[in-house]
């Protein structure tokens, strides 16, 4: 019941049962934050953080998320490292073959703007919002395992805050 | 029965793809479920290292090797300024040794502790890599508690250290050495030796010696095939030679001399042997300076250096050109990884898909190196 | 084996296209060889009895000065543990080095990346494609005069 706290919902015991009363938008949002499916990605260094983020130590599991290889079952992308020019397309490609809704963190200086390679990197993208959209920024090089759930943890609130008639960006 | 013949099929494997650790690209030529060629795709992490290296002053290029192999960064940074230190003719002060091969060999730990828990995870065994991962972070926590960074740290400088160890430094890597002892028994008992294990990577991927040695295989890689030579003990650089270690060697226990789970088991003792090379120095840092005299502008004289070390990956080498202005003239790095990964193709030919990827998972290859 | 006496060695078994050991500057002396002699000096000087030259450390492109481009060898023998480098010069209007990729299975690699940033075309190479930059990319990043374009494929580089 813990988890299920965190909903803001109304539960009263009736007489064919425990009946739980809640909105629509309330519902769908507290099951989307709780199982931000991830995808099993990883571009450069910050790479190894998010695999050290998801491992034993920091534990990625007890926000629900799972790295999942396909990008038909994910619901984040972690760009976690520097795209290059001969990334972008290939990144591009798997953000489309996501199904919404879906949302994106930059991990990273690089991600975020090309990092220490933002002057004479002729092959580095200066930011991975030049070619898909980012919800959640995570400075760093590479920005700690806290950080990024700290991340994490601010993509929920957004998610917390959407709704079905009106599409909050 | 007549031998049918399939059609051939071309499969695309990566650059997103779990096991291809980071972003490669094999385009595999199969037929049936047996690869009959393979054509590696890299370039996707290329961060134009060298072009960096020539727009920077001397010590500026320091953090961008740290990205290169971004799993040992100690070990990059070490290839490095040992280049710059022959390049400048400077003594770096005895302290300053010791403490860069403890640095050095923690970092072997780390990385191998990666190696061996990703090949655990290709193998379908997620386990140890949780094992390794929580391992690791008490590694990191050293790191973390002398240059106060978990993966980039930018320590070693040319002629020296940023800054010197912390008190409790010996203190804490003693209780680390105490902790991961049983931890290699554990490791074993968990993955090397499991029966699965091994059905998996034994007689795999076999590399014979001389191949090995025509196309430039190096590290793990190059011993794993039964070849003793490791530059730490071949042309001794640092302090090395005041320590007592072993080059572990692939034997075809479990197979044939030369595959996958020799090349495997070479690292599991190299973490012992790191661990012995630690105990040495621990006990014996001498008290004194981390920073020999250097100029506040780096200006070494015309000339060139080749300077390589063995990082836990291979040999890395930096091969740096100055015309003696403040600026490098040219840097090119020999990445370990790119020239292992350069024999994929010739290793996996006549296997199945599922080899491929513990082949290449054997030779822990990271992609920032390759494509630097 | 120090670089004098394979040198000597060298000028020996060739006649001309050696030059003489550069060993005044610090720290690596190398020899300069002829661009049309260099696989033949390779073979050499992996087959010798006295030299068994059999690992190639590293194969670097590099832009030597205004006209020029330099392939530099960097030769390690296991057997006899000692080292050479070797370089050879070409011409940025002509910048054709013969493939060692034959004596070397090392080279093929290092061949390709040095003709993806270099530009050095290496004669007899099996596969010489770009490897790290994409495949309709222009130029050749590590040559000095080397302009970074504005887009690629749509995205724009600069910061």
Redesign the interface.
């Known amino acids: 019941m813990g988890i299920l706290n965190k909903l803001d919902a109304h539960i009263e015991p009736f007489e064919s049962g425990n009946i739980l009363i809640t909105s629509a938008d309330k519902l769908l949002n507290w099951s989307r934050l709780n199982s931000m499916w991830q995808m099993f990605f990883g571009l450069a260094c910050c790479a190894i953080e998010m695999m050290a983020t998801s491992a034993s130590h920091y534990d990625l599991d007890r926000f629900g998320i799972i790295p999942r290889p396909s990008p038909r079952h994910i619901d984040i992308i972690l760009i976690s490292g520097t795209v290059t020019l001969k990334m972008a397309t290939r990144i591009k490609r798997l953000w489309e073959q996501m199904p919404e809704p879906k949302y994106c963190i930059s991990m990273g200086s690089c991600a975020n703007c090309g990092g220490p390679y933002w002057e004479h990197g002729y092959h580095v993208l200066k930011g991975v919002d030049r070619i898909i959209p980012v919800d959640v920024y995570v400075p760093g090089c590479p920005p700690r395992p806290e950080a990024l759930l700290e991340g994490l943890i601010k993509l929920q609130e957004k998610i917390r805050t959407q709704s079905l008639a009106k599409k909050v960006n | 029965m007549a031998e049918i013949r399939t059609e051939e099929m071309i499969l695309n494997m990566g650059p997103q793809h779990p096991s291809t650790h980071g972003v490669l690209r094999l385009q595999l030529t199969l037929e049936g479920e047996i690869v009959i060629d393979v054509k590696p795709y890299i370039g996707y992490l290329h961060r134009c290292f060298e072009k960096h290296c020539e727009a920077m002053t001397y010590p500026q290029v320091i953090p961008y090797t740290d990205r290169m192999d971004y799993v040992n960064s100690m070990s990059n940074e070490l290839s490095y300024v040992i280049g710059m230190e022959k390049l400048l003719g400077i003594e770096v002060p005895e302290r300053v040794e010791y403490i860069r091969v403890i640095m050095s060999e923690l970092q072997r730990i780390a990385s191998h502790l990666i190696a061996i828990g990703t090949y655990g995870n290709d193998a379908g065994a997620f386990t140890p890599f949780l094992y390794c991962m929580a391992t690791r972070e008490r590694v990191l926590e050293l790191f973390e508690i002398t240059c106060g960074a978990r993966l980039l740290y930018n320590y070693f400088w040319i002629g020296g250290l940023s800054h010197d160890i912390p008190s409790n430094f010996q203190q804490k890597v003693k209780e680390f050495i105490k902790f991961f002892k049983p931890k290699i028994t554990e490791l074993n008992n968990l993955l090397s030796f499991n029966k699965i294990f091994i059905e998996r990577t034994a007689n795999i991927g076999i590399l014979p010696a001389d191949y090995a040695i025509n196309a430039g295989a190096c590290g793990p890689t190059l011993r794993g095939s039964g070849i003793k030579f490791d530059l730490r003990k071949n042309e001794p650089y640092s302090i090395y030679n005041k320590f007592d270690f072993d080059i572990p060697i692939g034997q075809g226990l479990k197979g044939t001399l030369g595959d996958c789970w020799d090349r495997y088991m070479v690292r599991i003792h190299e973490l012992e042997e790191s661990v012995k090379i630690i105990e040495q120095a621990i006990d014996n840092i001498p008290e004194g300076d981390v920073q020999a005299q250097v100029p506040k502008r780096v200006k070494p004289p015309v000339g060139e250096v080749y300077a390589r070390t063995e990082t836990p990956k291979g040999e890395l080498g930096y091969y740096i050109i100055s015309d003696g202005s403040l600026n490098p003239f040219r840097i090119k790095a020999r990445s370990p990884s790119f020239c292992n990964l350069s024999m994929i193709r010739a290793l996996s030919k006549g296997y199945m898909i599922a080899d491929v990827v513990m082949t290449l998972g054997s030779f822990d290859i990271v992609l920032g190196c390759i494509d630097r | 084996m120090d670089i004098k006496e394979i040198q000597e060695l060298l000028k020996s078994a060739f006649d001309e296209g050696i030059g003489e050991p550069v060993t005044d500057?610090?720290?690596?002396p190398?020899i300069t060889v002829e661009t049309g002699k260099i696989h033949a000096v390779c073979l050499f000087l992996r087959d010798e009895e006295r030299l068994q030259f059999?690992?190639?450390?590293?194969l670097?492109?590099?832009?030597y000065d205004k006209d020029n481009l330099a392939s530099?060898y960097?030769l390690y023998s296991?057997a006899l543990?000692h080292k050479i480098?070797l370089k050879v010069i070409v011409p940025k209007s002509n910048p054709i080095v013969p493939s060692v990729y034959d004596i070397?299975?090392?080279a093929?690699?290092h061949e390709r990346?040095s003709y993806d940033?270099m530009g050095i075309v290496y004669e007899n190479h099996p596969d010489l494609r770009?490897?790290?930059?994409?495949e309709d990319w222009e130029g050749h990043?590590?040559r000095?005069d080397?302009k970074?374009?504005e887009f690629?494929?749509g995205?724009?580089?600069?910061?």
């Open positions: 500057k610090p720290v690596d190398y059999d690992y190639l450390s590293c670097s492109g590099v832009d530099v960097h296991f543990n480098v070397w299975a090392a093929e690699w990346e940033l770009r490897i790290l930059l994409p990043p590590l000095k080397f970074v374009p690629y494929n995205m724009k580089i600069p910061y």
